[in-house]
């Protein structure tokens, strides 16, 4: 069992940058694959970054390639993703998920593809 806990969300003002916080406990996570997904009112869940912990090999949605990035504290069992310009169209509930390596890396895409999630963080962009 792998608990998430996500931290950092907010209001920003376009072009301005968060940082979230994912701290996991309950098992070693080098066996994991660690993802960002988000959703916004009245859409689909949908993949933003993933990032392997063990390897380290990462993984963006084209939306967000260039201006967020996906990162990893071994010692502190903590992924972060950091947001820089951002913008309205990225206003959404951000989940942290945890998941299995798979060999085929397009699974990590997939929100399917993962067992444990955490409870979701609001980030607001305003114009």
């Known amino acids: 069992q792998v608990q998430l806990v996500e931290s950092g969300g907010g209001l920003v003002q376009a072009g301005g940058s968060l940082r979230l916080s994912c701290a996991a406990s309950?098992?070693?996570?080098?066996?994991?694959?660690m993802g960002w997904f988000r959703q916004a009112p009245g859409r689909e869940r949908e993949f933003v970054a993933a990032?392997?912990?063990?390897?380290?090999?990462?993984y963006y949605a084209d939306s967000v390639k260039g201006r967020f990035t996906i990162s990893r504290d071994n010692a502190k069992n903590t992924v972060y993703l950091r947001m820089n310009s951002l913008k309205p169209e990225d206003t959404a509930v951000y989940y942290c998920?945890?998941?299995?390596?798979?060999?085929?890396?397009?699974?990590?895409?997939?929100?399917?593809?993962?067992?444990?999630w955490g409870q979701g963080s609001q980030v607001t962009v305003s114009a």
């Open positions: 990032i392997v912990w063990s390897g380290g090999s990462l």
């Open positions: 309950g098992r070693t996570l080098s066996t994991y694959v």
């Open positions: 998920a945890a998941g299995p390596k798979y060999y085929n890396s397009s699974y990590y895409y997939a929100d399917a593809s993962y067992v444990y």
